[in-house]
């Protein structure tokens, strides 16, 4: 998968489009990505102990990673990503600067 944890992304489609945000995690299986402040969830809370009330809590839900694209961390632009193999190592690559992750 070309986005990886910690990334900087742009969402380019559904409600939160323009959002951008950094990926918490990464389902590489099912090709879907948690990206922090975007499609936020309400999730109903049990009460953990006798006396305590339930809550609502807001949490970021998984959304496919063809509505997200990748933010190069130099240039700052929206951008594909490309590879590069130096030293029998695989780097990731802009397509805009040409600049290494």
Same mark, same amino acid.
Request: aromatic share 4%; charged share 35%.
């Given at each position: 998968?070309?986005? #990886?944890?910690?990334?900087?992304? $742009?969402?380019?489609?559904? *409600?939160?489009?323009?959002?951008? /945000? *950094?990926?918490l995690?990464?389902?590489?299986?099912?090709?879907? %990505? =948690? =990206?922090? /402040? +975007?499609? %936020?969830?309400?999730?109903? !809370? *049990?009460p953990?102990k006798?006396?305590?009330? /339930?809550?609502?809590? #807001?949490v970021? !839900? +998984? @959304?496919? =990673?063809?509505?997200a694209? $990748?933010?190069?961390?130099k240039? /700052?632009?929206?951008?594909?990503?490309g590879y590069?193999? $130096?030293? *029998?190592k695989?780097?990731? %690559?802009?397509?805009?600067?040409?600049?290494? @992750?």
């Amino acid at each position: 998968m070309k986005i #990886h944890k910690n990334d900087q992304v $742009l969402i380019i489609s559904g *409600k939160d489009r323009g959002k951008k /945000g *950094k990926v918490l995690d990464v389902f590489a299986q099912e090709g879907k %990505i =948690v =990206v922090e /402040g +975007a499609s %936020i969830r309400k999730k109903n !809370a *049990k009460p953990k102990k006798s006396g305590e009330k /339930g809550q609502v809590v #807001h949490v970021p !839900a +998984a @959304f496919s =990673v063809a509505n997200a694209v $990748l933010i190069c961390p130099k240039c /700052g632009k929206p951008t594909r990503v490309g590879y590069k193999i $130096l030293d *029998k190592k695989k780097y990731r %690559i802009c397509k805009k600067c040409q600049s290494e @992750f």
